[in-house]
C-alpha cells in the first residue's frame, strides 16, 4: 500500500553499526514490539506519521495513550548523538517530541555528549557546538517550546541523570549488557557507561524530582530498540512489589462473590515486617478503592472474565503500589513505553545517513544545494521516457516521493493522485523532482529563519552561547 515501503536489507537492530531494517513486520515477532494499528485507531488527532504508518511499532504506548487522554501526567523524552549534521530522519524524532509536548506531556531533549565522545570520539567542544547548532536550534525552530517540565540538556551536565546511571549500573551486568551490544573485553568502559546514560535518559523523568512516577514515551528509529529493552527490563526488576494475578486461589476480595482475581504481592529486597506493612497498607487502599468501583461502575467490570475491566482493575493497583514504593523510597518506574518510525532511504538509494552526505539533506543545507540533491536524486523512474510512459513509475521505489510523504505534503488526498499519476504513466521524473526541489528550497528557507530566532529562545532552556 501507499504507505508501507519496504526497503531492501537484513534485519538487524544494532545502534551504533550500520542498520537496515527489512521487514518490519519481522520485527514484531522476532523483537516483541508491537504493531501500532490498534494504538492508531484510539487516537483522534493522529500525528501525520502515525496516520501514514511511518510511526510502525511501539513498546507499552498503551499508558501513555491513557494518560494523554485522561489529561493526567506523562512525559516524552528522546536524546540525539551529536557526531555529525542533523538531517531529515532526525528531525522526525524532533517532531515527534514535539507533537508529545503538544498532547501537554513533560519534553526532555538530551544531546548525548557522553555517548558521541565515548563511542564515535567526538571532542567535548565539538559535541557542544554541534548539539547546539545543528540538534538544538532545530528543535526550538520546529516548535520545542520552553516551558516548565521541558527540558534540553547536555549529557554530561545531567547530574541527577548521571546520579541515576551509576544507580543502574548497579542492576545490569556485563553478560546481559553485552549479550544486547555484542560488548567484549575490548570495549571501553566508558562506551559501556554512556549505555547506562542513556538507560538513565529515559528513566529520570521519572525520578521524583521531575514529577514522576509517571508514563514516559521515547521516540527512535528501530534501530535504538536494543537501548530500551536494556532500560524497560531493569526498570521493572527494580520495582519492589510487583503485582501479581492469581485466577486460581481463593480472593482476598472474594467476599462480594464477583471479583474472583487473586492480588498477591510479591516482595523483593524488603524485610517480612515490610512486607506484612506493605501488603497491609495496599489492601486497604485497594480494598478502599474497589468499594470506589462498586459506587461507580458496574462490578462485572472487574470480573476476572472482562479483560478491559481487569485491565483497569490491575492499572489501579499498579498505581497504589507504585505510590506504596515511592512513599518508602524506592524508585517505582514504570517500564519506558518506545515508538518506532521508519528509516528514510537515502536520496543514493541505501539508507539515510549522516556521514554520507549525498544521501541525506541537512537541516542546515543551503536550500539551492538541497534543490540539487533532490535533481540528482534516485527516483522509481524507469530507464527511458517511453518506458516510463508505458509501465508507469514505482512511488514505492522513489526516495523523492518519500520526501513527499513523509515530510513535504500535509495533504494525504495530493499523495494518492501522485501516486496513481506516477503509476499511470502520466507523472515524469523531471516535472516531480522539480516540484519537490522547490518545496524543499522553501522548507529549508524557512525553517533556516526560524532557526535564527532559535538563538534568542536559548537561555530560557539554560543554554549560553
Ligand atoms: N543513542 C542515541 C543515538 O544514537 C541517542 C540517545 C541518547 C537517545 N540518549 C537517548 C535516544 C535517550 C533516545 C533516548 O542517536
Redesign the pocket.
Known sequence: TLFNRHSAMELKLD?WGAVHVDDYNKLFVEFGISNFDQILSKLEHPHPYMRRKIIFGHRGYESVLAAMQRHEPFAV?????PSGRAHFGHMMVMNEIIWHQQQGGDAYA?V?DM?AHSVRGVSWERCRSLGINEYILSLIALGFAPKEGSHIYF?SKNYPMRDLAFELGSEANFSEVSAIYGFSGETHISHMESVM??SA??LHPQLKQFGGPKPVV?P?GAD?DP?IKLTRDPAYRMRKFLVELRTDLKAPFQSNGRCASYISIRGKAASPEQMQAAEAALKDLAVGKIKRYEEHLDLTDIQIKDGAGLAALLETIEGLIIKLETDQGHYGFMPPASLYHRFMTGLTGGKMSSSKPESHIALTEEPKEAGKKIMRAITGGRQSLAEQKKLGGEPEKCSIYEFLVFHLSDDDKELLELDAECRSGRRMCGTCKKDVAERIERFLTEHQQARKAAVDILPEFGIKL
Open positions: 545502534p523524552m528522546s536524546g540525539f548523538m538530551a548525548a555517548e549529557q546514560a542513556q535518559d529515559i521515547i527512535v535504538q537501548h
